[in-house]
């Protein structure tokens, strides 16, 4: 026999409260698919698309990545302690507060993008054009697009003044089926998530 719960009504608690969004929605004019799409949609991580453009390439080679990670910002927190004359333990005055305050410095993550490795040599010319010293002519803007299950845009991220530090190849084995991948680390001055058009 299952146990009885007061004042709580577990078939009819959902169906009421779907009914007051419905409701909510319809005094809109939108019906069933109007209502899913305006509610909130969990973005799944493998629908992405790079957009970053460099020279010498083709069209969208540069996009087909098949990870993109290190998106993270953080504010410097800056902590300090202050004595205060309220009692202390034992003591008469002294009372120790500490407060943590946002200081002047914001740290971007480097990015690094990783793909197939095939006979494009773009991502190492970018490299190289930056070893050779022209490094401010070699500087890219680009986004990240993270899309719906229907296609469109979710969510939309761009960052700003980009240029390559590291690049790497996985190591190559005579036993392993796995595919060769190519990696590039790149720094960036700015990373903000932005509206979809």
């Not at 109007?34 to 460099?54: G, H, K, P």
């Not at 990870?67 to 927190?77: I, L, N």
């Not at 761009?158 to 190519?182: G, K």
């Amino acid at each position: 026999m299952l146990p009885r719960f007061p004042n709580i009504n577990l078939s009819r608690q959902p169906g009421r409260q779907y009914s007051n969004i419905s409701s909510r929605f319809s005094s809109q004019g939108k019906d069933a698919f109007e209502i899913q799409r305006d509610l909130a949609e969990i973005l799944t991580a493998c629908r992405f698309y790079v957009e970053l453009t460099l020279d010498g390439s083709k069209d969208g080679v540069d996009g087909l990545f098949m990870e993109c990670k290190g998106f993270k910002v953080a504010q410097e927190v800056v902590e300090f302690t202050e004595v205060f004359p309220e009692p202390w333990g034992k003591a008469k005055r002294g009372m120790l507060h500490t407060s943590k305050l946002p200081g002047a410095k914001t740290t971007i993550d480097n990015i690094s993008l990783r793909r197939g490795l095939s006979g494009s040599e773009t991502l190492w010319n970018w490299l190289n054009a930056v070893q050779e010293g022209n490094w401010e002519k070699q500087r890219r803007n680009g986004s990240i697009t993270v899309y719906r299950q229907n296609g469109n845009m979710g969510a939309l991220f761009q960052f700003e003044n980009a240029w390559p530090i590291s690049y790497s190849v996985t190591d190559n084995t005579a036993s392993s089926s796995e595919l060769a991948c190519e990696e590039l680390e790149i720094a960036c001055e700015v990373f903000k998530r932005v509206s979809p058009p």
